[in-house]
C-alpha cells in the first residue's frame, strides 16, 4: 500500500506545525524516521524562515543604506544561526511531531535507530 502524502497546502500547513489529517500518519511516520529525515526536516526549517527572511530583506533593502551585500551576508547567518539551534534539537522536535499526530512519545527515535 503507498502512503498518502498530504497536498502541498497542508504540507505548509504541517511544516509550520500544524496537525495533519489521520490518514496521514504513516506518512508523517515515514517523514519523520526515513533515512532522509533530518534532510526533511533542515527542508522545513528552511521554509519556516523563507517569510521571516523575505520581509527582513525589503525592510533592510527598502529603509536603510545598508549594501546588498551586507544584507544578504546577515540574513545568511541569521539563517545558519537558525538551523543550528533547530538541528541541535531536531530529534526532540521530530518527537514533539509524532507525538502530535498519536504516537507515542519514542517511536521515532526508537525507528530510526533500527533503521
Known amino acids: 500500500m503507498a502512503l498518502q502524502r498530504p497536498n502541498p497546502l497542508q504540507w505548509v500547513r504541517y511544516t509550520f506545525g500544524g496537525r495533519l489529517d489521520d490518514r496521514y500518519r504513516d506518512w508523517v511516520l515515514h517523514d519523520t524516521t526515513t533515512r532522509t529525515w533530518l ?30 551585500g551586507l544584507v ?15 538541528v541541535t534539537s531536531a530529534d526532540e522536535l521530530t518527537e514533539a511531531r509524532l507525538v502530535k499526530h498519536g504516537f507515542r512519545a519514542g517511536t521515532g527515535k526508537e525507528l530510526r535507530k533500527r533503521r
Open 72 to 86: 544578504l551576508g546577515a540574513l545568511g547567518v541569521a539563517l545558519v544561526t537558525s538551523l543550528y539551534f533547530t
Open 39 to 68: 534532510w526533511r526536516f533542515v527542508l522545513r526549517v528552511v521554509v519556516e524562515a523563507l517569510p521571516w527572511l523575505i520581509v527582513a530583506f525589503l525592510v533592510l533593502t527598502l529603509f536603510t543604506p545598508l549594501p546588498l
